[in-house]
């Protein structure tokens, strides 16, 4: 055992087994995103802070798609200072295995036109769809892959926005449902 611990022949043999060792961790270590794990963030107590904090009616998912993800929300200020709601999702994954970001964004900010171009990356609609006996207005930005949709509502703004296609933006927004007010 001596002789594989000492002089040149030693150190070239424990280089030799390190080598090995390395070899068989980057062979066997997996590859891509497959079993990416995306952390679940609950938006429950977001959504209820945001209603109790501002006066027009809050519209929330009544129950996730399937196999989505909700993974990202908070409360900001818009431009003009009023509070902005916003709750992210991972879609379930594609045939390409690939998941895509969808985003519910809903706030009073003024003009309500303004701040529906700011989430959308444009201001040009190119159509609207009917979603649960609702109109909602379709934009779409070519060099950022970015849908939305655009609810204007008389006291506020409600979006859904991402990468994912418009069946999903489609999906997401059928899931919408007022909330009630808090009581007390």
């Not at 062979?27 to 609950?42: E, F, I, K, N, Y």
């Not at 908070?74 to 009023?82: P, S, V």
């Not at 916003?86 to 009073?108: C, E, F, K, L, W």
């Not at 008389?154 to 994912?164: F, H, Q």
Request: net charge positive.
């Amino acid at each position: 055992m001596r002789r594989f611990t000492q002089g040149f022949y030693g150190y070239a043999f424990a280089l030799l087994v390190c080598l090995a060792l390395a070899v068989i961790i980057v062979v066997s270590a997996p590859t891509g995103r497959q079993g990416q794990h995306v952390p679940r963030l609950d938006y429950a107590i977001t959504v209820a802070n945001y209603n109790r904090a501002v006066p027009q009616q809050v519209w929330a998912p009544a129950k996730d798609p399937a196999d989505w993800i909700p993974n990202s929300n908070r409360i900001a200020k818009g431009a003009d200072g009023t509070q902005v709601l916003s709750v992210g999702y991972a879609t379930a994954p594609d045939a390409g295995d690939q998941r895509h970001h969808v985003m519910i964004v809903q706030g009073a900010e003024k003009p309500a036109a303004a701040f529906a171009s700011r989430i959308a990356n444009t201001d040009k609609p190119v159509g609207t769809v009917q979603i649960a006996g609702a109109d909602w207005e379709k934009r779409f930005r070519e060099d950022k892959n970015q849908r939305t949709l655009v609810r204007f509502l008389p006291d506020a703004t409600v979006m859904v926005t991402g990468t994912a296609d418009w069946p999903d933006l489609t999906a997401l927004a059928t899931t919408l449902k007022p909330q009630p007010k808090p009581t007390g």
